[in-house]
């Protein structure tokens, strides 16, 4: 399957060195501006733009020229369009664009999140400054970048990805909703209330979740919900 | 672990073989009675047998064939080991080098991933290492596993993409449709009529991007929307 392509082919090979633009987006401009600092001290990359928010990302984003960026985010963005709302955003406007997720010492879950929502890897700002410039590079070649969390993630990574596909295709959108409902801790009754139906119609709905999820318990299926980032990620829908 | 002159104390490494190719079982076996700290503690050569003998000898590490004969395939068998705990360490020893091989193992918890042809002369090291608590995998593979992990993040993404833009009603007759059943069939099952079910198949098409059944359940089964049992 055809993947982003590659930037460098589509420019004319006018200088010999390709500059790599990095767009820097997070919340904190101390962050920004150490970051900005190693990366402009470098010969074959500069920041070409800095945004404290999403909707400052985007808007900047749409007036870069430039072929060969990659955006940085900061999972530490928050808010109704937080980071994994940008990832996505980016993702669809500009599919060019290579996204790489960024924090400091990101759970799995998170990781396996953003790189749902559309990320094309992550880097962790505990990794050593080289290591960290070195993933900027390989992200823009397309590489799938993995930087300061340990190897055997990978499983765990998979796994919430795994997760995460089945709860969107195996439950019908009825479900997922009685789903993270369940999840506030609500009972049959009160999900019921909530959305309208009987509380007899829940309990059938929670039989067949547990069911498609292949689990036994309410808390089991909450957690089930919780690793496939249906709880979390409101923004999905 | 210290060394231990000769014998097989307690301190022993205990490794169980999986793997149906007599000659191969060989070398794990010598490469084991030949190495200090390591201990042949049983071999299988079929799925069926290692997890049954896994149960009863409870091995610190097994080195895995991915390819066996019989039902159970190494994958299975890595899994089962797993769920039912029944060994300490898993270190994979086949001839598969295709990516998506390296990439299930890893999913599995294998600890460890050997090629047959480059790799079987430093089995009795690579045993020693993952029992030690070091996964055994060359730059390349860990280099896989990331790519692989990519493709399924893209693969995951679309899927639910597409997901969301598709019916219940949809959904289910996609999922008919790739298990083989004809459009009349699907109406008598859904007691709708055939012509319904023609008007949700185009819709469903164009949603999906494809132009016929071939196409839709190859996409579909691509991206994980349907699962081929």
Redesign the interface.
């Known amino acids: 399957m055809a993947s982003r392509p590659t930037l460098e082919r589509a420019q004319p090979s006018r200088s010999p060195k390709r500059r790599l633009g990095v767009v820097l987006v997070d919340p904190l401009p101390v962050v920004r501006a150490g970051l900005a600092l190693l990366i402009d001290e470098r010969p074959d990359m500069d920041v070409v733009l800095e945004a404290g928010t999403a909707e400052e990302a985007l808007e900047g984003l749409g007036r870069i020229r430039q072929r060969s960026i990659v955006v940085l985010i900061g999972l530490g963005l928050e808010g109704e369009q937080d980071a994994y709302w940008l990832m996505r955003a980016i993702r669809e406007r500009h599919p060019g664009l290579a996204i790489l997720g960024c924090g400091a010492r990101a759970d799995a879950m998170s990781i396996s999140r953003a790189l749902f929502m559309g990320a094309d890897g992550y880097v962790d700002k505990n990794a050593d400054p080289l290591g960290f410039l070195q993933a900027l590079r390989d992200a823009a070649d397309g590489e799938m970048v993995l930087v300061g969390p340990p190897s055997e993630w990978v499983r765990e990574i998979a796994q919430g990805l795994e997760r995460r596909r089945e709860v969107q295709t195996k439950l019908t959108d009825r479900e997922r909703q009685v789903l993270r409902v369940a999840a506030e801790g609500l009972t049959a009754r009160e999900i019921g209330d909530r959305l309208g139906v009987r509380e007899r119609t829940v309990t059938t709905h929670l039989g067949r979740i547990y069911a498609k999820l292949g689990v036994g318990t309410r808390v089991a299926a909450v957690r089930v919900a919780n690793v496939s980032g249906l709880v979390t990620a409101g923004s999905l829908e | 672990m210290c060394p231990s002159p000769r014998g097989r104390p307690a301190g022993d490494v205990r490794v169980f073989v999986v793997e149906d190719h007599p000659v191969l079982r060989g070398v794990v076996r010598l490469a084991c009675e030949h190495t200090d700290g390591l201990a042949l503690a049983g071999e299988a050569a079929t799925g069926e047998e290692a997890v049954e003998g896994c149960r009863t000898t409870r091995p610190d590490v097994v080195v895995l064939d991915l390819s066996l004969p019989g039902d159970l395939q190494g994958l299975d068998v890595a899994r089962a080991l797993r769920s039912e705990g029944t060994a300490g360490r898993i270190l994979v020893l086949t001839g598969r080098t295709d990516d998506e091989a390296v990439?299930a193992a890893?999913?599995v918890?294998a600890d460890g991933y050997l090629e047959k042809t480059a790799g079987v002369r430093f089995i009795a090291d690579a045993l020693l290492r993952v029992a030690a608590g070091e996964?055994v995998?060359t730059a390349k593979q860990?280099r896989i596993?990331?790519?692989q992990?990519?493709?399924?993040?893209?693969r995951?993404?679309e899927?639910?993409d597409v997901?969301?833009v598709l019916t219940?009603r949809e959904?289910q007759i996609l999922e008919l449709l790739s298990r083989g059943v004809t459009v009349k069939q699907v109406a008598t099952r859904l007691g709708l009529s055939p012509r319904t079910v023609e008007t949700h198949i185009s819709k469903l098409y164009r949603k999906l991007g494809v132009r016929n059944r071939v196409q839709a359940v190859s996409k579909a089964t691509?991206i994980?929307?349907?699962e081929l049992s």
């Open positions: 990439f890893i999913r918890g996964r995998f860990e596993a990331r790519s992990l990519g493709e399924m993040a893209r995951t993404r899927s639910s997901r969301a219940q959904l691509a994980g929307l349907v």
